[in-house]
């Protein structure tokens, strides 16, 4: 998850020495592992995607997201 706070995706809130995590950014993890692990995108399309889709992520736009960005 560091990697993915390094990247801009979701960001963390320290209070008293811990280190949290929205429950919106905890539900965007999981999307990030899914297009990662299972569709294999890369860093650059998992952002692009991200920054084109709101919240619910639907794996089915990922193609339109991407084909989209292409074609631009």
């Known amino acids: 998850m560091i990697e993915f706070g390094r990247a801009g995706w979701i960001e963390f809130v320290s209070k008293e020495g811990h280190i949290y995590i ?35 992520y639907s794996p089915h736009q990922v193609g339109e997201i991407l084909e989209r960005h292409l074609s631009n």
Request: aromatic share 8%; proline share 3%; with cysteine.
């Open 22 to 56: 929205s429950s919106q950014d905890e539900y965007k993890c999981r999307f990030i592992l899914h297009f990662r692990l299972k569709l294999g995108l890369s860093d650059k399309q998992i952002g692009i995607v991200l920054a084109k889709a709101k919240a619910p």
